[in-house]
């Protein structure tokens, strides 16, 4: 069984659809899971009214706020037993098909590598409010090369968002040894890199659902994306800035993935876990040279990042 994941908060104008488009998906062997992390809305109520209508395929679990959609996901897995596991936003629409691919990729990865922690993830078109697409691709959008699942390059930028991923219940364990959760940037980019040191990551190349661009996460166009993001990248170079905001970002990716320590990670990357974990206890040179050793970068960043080490 398949156990879907919806964290919610504020989110009574767009949950209706998105309930409604997973409950009429292709394959029907999930249950959904909803925890609302404090609303002031209605969204507490439209949870219900679905529950209550639908009390095999839709169940509200009870709990305290939790201060934030990544300790929200972590409540949710934590109380939910299943064999495969799906997250939710409760602002999307799902595709028909997507719960169909998404466990027919899983049983194709079972097959091949047997109960080892597995993670699927998938592509999704980006809409405006009203669901016009603004780009036929969130990875194009994005500036995402999709195919980049290797250890080295999810540690520094995770491709597989969290309403596109699936995983089985071996990678939950394994995810659940982690030491502090509050080190972790986000509970699908630590998906992500602890599937692929303990086990496998496939990329399904098709659109899935409708990723809805409004308010406050609103990017806007691509064009305008583009061109925004020349502007700031100018203003960086200028001012330097770009220096300490990436001095950040490897703090927090090196942070993170010094948590995969804990995890059964395979044998072959006990040399890279191992220098990440003494990354900030190295010189320049010798964490210029952890970069490059691992080719640990983010997609065209690479030059950015070892200036940066």
Same mark, same amino acid.
């Given at each position: 069984?398949?156990?879907?994941?919806?964290?919610?908060?504020?989110?009574?104008?767009?949950?209706?659809?998105?309930?409604?488009?997973?409950?009429?998906?292709?394959?029907?062997?999930?249950?959904?899971?909803?925890?609302?992390?404090?609303?002031?809305?209605?969204?507490?109520?439209?949870?219900?009214?679905?529950?209550?209508?639908?009390?095999?395929?839709?169940?509200?679990?009870?709990?305290?706020?939790?201060?934030?959609?990544?300790?929200?996901?972590?409540?949710?897995?934590?109380?939910?037993?299943?064999?495969?596991?799906?997250?939710?936003?409760?602002?999307?629409?799902?595709?028909?098909?997507?719960?169909?691919?998404?466990?027919?990729?899983?049983?194709?990865?079972?097959?091949?590598?047997?109960?080892?922690?597995?993670?699927?993830?998938?592509?999704?078109?980006?809409?405006?409010?009203?669901?016009?697409?603004?780009?036929?691709?969130?990875?194009?959008?994005?500036?995402?090369?999709?195919?980049?699942?290797?250890?080295?390059?999810? #540690?520094?930028?995770?491709?597989? =968002? /969290?309403?596109?991923?699936?995983? @089985?219940?071996?990678? &939950?364990?394994? $995810?659940?040894?982690?030491?502090?959760?509050?080190?972790?940037?986000?509970?699908?980019?630590?998906?992500?890199?602890?599937?692929?040191?303990?086990?496998?990551?496939?990329?399904?190349?098709?659109?899935?659902?409708?990723?809805?661009?409004?308010?406050?996460?609103?990017?806007?166009?691509?064009?305008?994306?583009?061109?925004?993001?020349?502007?700031?990248?100018?203003?960086?170079?200028?001012?330097?800035?770009?220096?300490?905001?990436?001095?950040?970002?490897?703090?927090?990716?090196?942070?993170?993935?010094?948590?995969?320590?804990?995890?059964?990670?395979?044998?072959?990357?006990?040399?890279?876990?191992?220098? #990440?974990?003494?990354?900030?206890? =190295? /010189?320049?040179?010798?964490?210029? @040279?952890?970069?490059? &050793?691992?080719? $640990?970068?983010?997609?065209?960043?690479?030059?950015?990042?070892?200036?940066?080490?």
């Amino acid at each position: 069984m398949i156990a879907i994941l919806m964290a919610t908060y504020n989110g009574e104008e767009y949950i209706r659809e998105q309930l409604d488009s997973i409950l009429n998906q292709s394959c029907s062997d999930f249950k959904i899971y909803i925890h609302d992390d404090g609303s002031t809305d209605k969204t507490p109520e439209i949870a219900a009214d679905y529950a209550g209508r639908f009390p095999d395929k839709v169940e509200v679990l009870d709990g305290p706020p939790t201060g934030g959609g990544k300790y929200n996901f972590f409540y949710l897995l934590k109380n939910v037993k299943a064999d495969y596991y799906m997250f939710s936003d409760q602002d999307d629409v799902w595709l028909k098909n997507k719960v169909e691919l998404s466990i027919n990729r899983m049983h194709k990865m079972e097959k091949l590598r047997g109960n080892v922690p597995l993670l699927a993830y998938t592509n999704m078109k980006v809409v405006d409010s009203d669901l016009n697409v603004i780009d036929e691709s969130h990875m194009h959008h994005a500036n995402i090369d999709p195919h980049r699942n290797r250890l080295c390059q999810l #540690i520094p930028e995770n491709v597989a =968002y /969290g309403c596109t991923i699936i995983f @089985n219940d071996e990678l &939950k364990q394994e $995810m659940f040894k982690v030491q502090d959760v509050d080190i972790l940037r986000w509970h699908d980019w630590w998906a992500s890199i602890v599937a692929a040191s303990t086990g496998y990551v496939s990329y399904i190349d098709e659109c899935t659902s409708l990723y809805r661009q409004h308010g406050d996460n609103s990017v806007g166009s691509h064009t305008e994306v583009g061109l925004r993001r020349k502007l700031d990248l100018f203003k960086k170079l200028i001012t330097l800035s770009h220096i300490g905001e990436t001095k950040i970002r490897i703090s927090h990716f090196m942070l993170q993935a010094q948590q995969l320590q804990y995890v059964n990670y395979k044998p072959v990357y006990k040399d890279m876990i191992e220098d #990440i974990c003494n990354y900030y206890s =190295y /010189g320049k040179l010798k964490r210029v @040279n952890v970069l490059i &050793k691992y080719r $640990m970068h983010r997609n065209k960043r690479k030059i950015w990042q070892v200036l940066c080490a």
